[in-house]
């Protein structure tokens, strides 16, 4: 049968490296920006949030940049725990008709090895 | 405080047969959406509302997806006539959204197979 890690992009580390997750979106009017982690059976968990008027923004062990300028967005994570394995979204939201209406990358599957 | 519920977890219904998905936002949000999600893949846009007002439903597949909010709090998601194709995690999410581009918060979802 089909395997969901055949159709996302994988990235595997080891326990305590640091992990960068790529996201590249279509819509040059989005304005705001977010990411979720969602673990096997469950749903989305909002990690970082980031408007159109920065560029970078930093949580606890994560920080997101944002480039408009190539339409791209990372997630970094520091010191990368397995507890953080699972797949993560980038989603955008680009207002106007489409107010509340979130748009979701493809996902990343990110593996950490202890 | 509780999180977003939804009910059932899981559902399995034959060809034909209407089904009907709860969700249960956290209190005193104010908006409500609707995804779907398919194996493999990011969630998709179904339906939006603010308190009862449905403010999008441009994500709804066919006209046998119809969603309410009657009282601004709980939702149901009602399918019709399930086909096979409607077989995916339905997921619910809700955000306290004052204003345009706050976070959303997702229940579990409810994987519907569609036999």
């Known amino acids: 049968g089909e395997s969901v890690g055949l159709h996302l992009p994988t990235l595997s580390v080891q326990e305590g490296d640091n992990s960068i997750i790529n996201c590249a979106y279509s819509?040059?009017?989005?304005?705001?920006f977010i990411w979720y982690k969602q673990e096997s059976g469950k749903g989305p968990q909002f990690i970082i949030d980031?408007?159109?008027?920065?560029d970078k923004r930093q949580g606890q062990r994560v920080t997101v940049l944002l480039n408009k300028t190539v339409k791209h967005l990372s997630l970094q994570i520091a010191a990368t725990q397995p507890g953080d394995s699972a797949v993560y979204f980038c989603?955008?939201?680009?207002?106007?008709?489409?107010?509340?209406?979130?748009?979701f990358g493809q996902g990343t599957i990110l593996t950490v090895h202890p | 405080g509780a999180g977003v519920s939804q009910s059932p977890r899981y559902k399995v219904a034959k060809r034909g047969q209407d089904v009907a998905l709860r969700c249960d936002p956290i209190?005193?949000?104010?908006?409500l959406f609707w995804y779907q999600q398919a194996l493999g893949q990011g969630p998709e846009f179904l339906t939006y509302?603010?308190?009862?007002?449905?403010?999008?439903k441009s994500g709804l597949p066919s006209d046998r997806f119809f969603a309410e909010r009657p009282e601004g709090s709980v939702s149901t998601l009602k399918i019709q006539r399930t086909q096979q194709e409607d077989s995916a995690v339905y997921l619910c999410?809700?955000?306290?959204?004052?204003?345009?581009?706050?976070?959303?918060?997702f229940g579990p979802g409810t994987r519907l197979t569609v036999t």
């Open positions: 999410a809700s955000s306290l959204e004052l204003d345009r581009g706050r976070e959303q918060y």
């Open positions: 819509n040059s009017a989005s304005d705001y």
């Open positions: 980031i408007r159109s008027n920065m």
């Open positions: 989603a955008d939201n680009a207002g106007g008709t489409s107010y509340g209406k979130l748009t």
């Open positions: 209190s005193g949000h104010v908006s």
């Open positions: 509302f603010q308190n009862e007002a449905q403010l999008d």
